[in-house]
């Protein structure tokens, strides 16, 4: 059988006591459980601070038009403050075995997006995390401008499931990674991406008779909510 699917966890490990989406606690519970990574979510405040939350806005405040000390201000559901980038990363400093998967958001403008990729690079950079990190997006101009930014061989991914596998060979992604729904639709693009050289992730499968296709029809990386649900069925699969 093929190499068996790594184990992501969609937005840090986030379902178990103490932890909440997003969170500094979410990306260390991942680590203790023994995920190859942790995928998280970044925005751009209005004076260019990176943050790390899923939604444009929390408790009502909108992340993009909000100034960094409004939107640090917000707590999470675990207790936490959101985080900063920065913080996030100094996590995961402490946890030299987590892959890191950074999801940039589809912003307001391309020039918002670009802003946030420049300082997203910095911080990696300066963290000396940019051989740890792939990256994945929603947006195409933030697929392509990443693609251009990153540091050579760095794994750009693209979410939105309307490129075939030959074009994201041609743009120079590292790979798709699409919803468990546009994989079942399209099975036939797994194996046109490993012939093209290309990796495969599946987000966000949860349930056991997804994640069993998925390891069946041999995908490189599974994104889910329940981690060690999926380990113990890749355990199982030996």
């Not at 989406?21 to 190859?36: H, P």
Request: proline letters at 4%.
């Amino acid at each position: 059988m093929a190499t068996k699917p790594l184990v992501v966890a969609h937005r840090g490990y986030w379902k178990t006591d103490g932890s909440a989406q997003n969170s500094i606690r979410a990306i260390a519970k991942a680590d203790s459980v023994k995920c190859f990574g942790s995928e998280f979510d970044v925005w751009i405040t209005a004076d260019g601070v990176v943050v790390v939350n899923h939604d444009p806005s929390i408790n009502g405040v909108v992340i993009e038009t909000s100034d960094a000390e409004q939107v640090l201000a917000q707590t999470l559901a675990n207790g936490e403050h959101v985080p900063t980038l920065e913080a996030y990363l100094q996590e995961a400093v402490k946890h030299p075995g987590l892959h890191l998967v950074c999801e940039l958001k589809p912003h307001t403008s391309n020039y918002r997006e670009t802003l946030a990729i420049d300082e997203i690079l910095r911080l990696m950079k300066e963290y000396n995390l940019e051989n740890r990190v792939d990256y994945i997006t929603f947006s195409k101009n933030g697929f392509s401008k990443l693609i251009k930014k990153a540091p050579e061989g760095t794994a750009v991914y693209y979410l939105n499931g309307d490129y075939v596998p030959e074009q994201i060979r041609f743009m120079k992604g590292a790979g798709i990674d699409y919803s468990i729904g546009a994989m079942r639709n399209h099975p036939e693009w797994i194996r046109q991406c490993h012939d093209l050289g290309l990796k495969v992730n599946v987000w966000t499968v949860n349930k056991t008779e997804d994640m069993q296709w998925c390891i069946d029809n041999g995908v490189d990386f599974i994104t889910t909510n329940e981690p060690e649900k999926l380990q113990h069925l890749l355990e199982d699969s030996k």
